[in-house]
């Protein structure tokens, strides 16, 4: 469908978006990859060193929220997709900047709808606005069910509302000018290059420093973990065969409360730092609760399921552990990103920051 043509992913230098990038670069070699990501303090290069010099790769360094700018990149690269990743992420920062998270995930978000409407609306034909969202969108749960596709919205944060107004937006582009987009909403991701603001690689580094792990609350609220890599693989099929208007939940029916996996970390992390059994454990800390904090999220998944034959296909423990495995041997890459020598690299490689 998108053969030898441009698509614009937003994000690229993000967490979840590096690993798009290189699922996309390795597996559809005809593809051409623009990368437009303003290399926020949770952007980094370094997360795509090794397809950097790929013929097909194009880094831009651009904000969403510059509608002028972005007018500029769509005329030059007219992409025939975007697959939209470009966020405020942090949930915790959202709490003393929401104007941050409506500036950049609602505003930019419609000046990237506007920049599509205005290249594709004359032949809608084989394009596509792909918006990854999230399942925060939907609240918070009790101890009993799940996320479904159908579940009303009801965001509890300023990020989760930023995430929400944006999901409306697309749809309300969908409905009025006919803009072909799909959205998914996924759980919380994890794997390698997540920046340590983040509950998994903060514990993992707090570990190895021998520094405390601070647990929110009482540390029985509940995330449902899904690993990068699945989320890549999901990202593909939406992208490639998902229906133009609808949406998909992404997720790892793999729950696990924050106090529960601070431990089962500590316990991996003895055995991989050969310290004694129930040493890491001794640093959990039960800190101050996040303001407004979501008891639980859980997905329902089985449209994924019903239409793609997509499931996780990573188990828990193997995610952890290769996820840990890369924070161990990529020390450098977490001491950049503790120093901000990370942003140097940019500087040195494209002269600017
Ligand atoms: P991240 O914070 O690691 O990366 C975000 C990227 O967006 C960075 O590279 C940053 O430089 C870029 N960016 C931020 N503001 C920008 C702007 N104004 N203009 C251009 N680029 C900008 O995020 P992530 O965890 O990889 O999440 C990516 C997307 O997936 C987000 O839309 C997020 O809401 C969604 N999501 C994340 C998770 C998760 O668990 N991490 C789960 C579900 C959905
Ligand atoms: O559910 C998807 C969402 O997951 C994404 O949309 C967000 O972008 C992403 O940041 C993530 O949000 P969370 O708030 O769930 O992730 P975070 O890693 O910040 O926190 C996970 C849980 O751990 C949450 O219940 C808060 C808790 N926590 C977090 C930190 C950083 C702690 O107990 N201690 C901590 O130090």
Known sequence: MFVNKNILITGGAGF???HIVRHFLEKYPRYRIINLDVLSYAGNLENLRDIERNPNYTFVKADIRERKLLSGIFQRYRPQAVLHLAAETHVDRSINSPGDFVQTNIAGTLNLLQEALSIWQKDFTGKLFYHISTDEVFGALGSEGFFTEQTSYSPQSPYSASKAASDHMVRAFGNTHKLPFIISNCSNNYGPNQFPEKLIPLLIHNINQHKSLPVYGDGNYT??????????????????????GESYNVGGHNEWSNIDLARLLCKKMDRKLKKEEGSSEKLICFVKDRLGHDRRYAIDASKMNKSFGWKPSVSFEEGLDLTIDWYLE?????????????QDYYRKYYGYL
């Open 330 to 342: 990529n020390v450098d890459w977490l001491k950049n990103i503790v120093s901000g020598a990370y």
């Open 223 to 244: 995330r449902d973990w899904l690993y990068v890599g699945d989320h890549a693989q999901a990202i593909d099929l939406i992208f490639h065969h998902g229906k133009t």
């Open 16 to 18: 979840i978006g590096s």
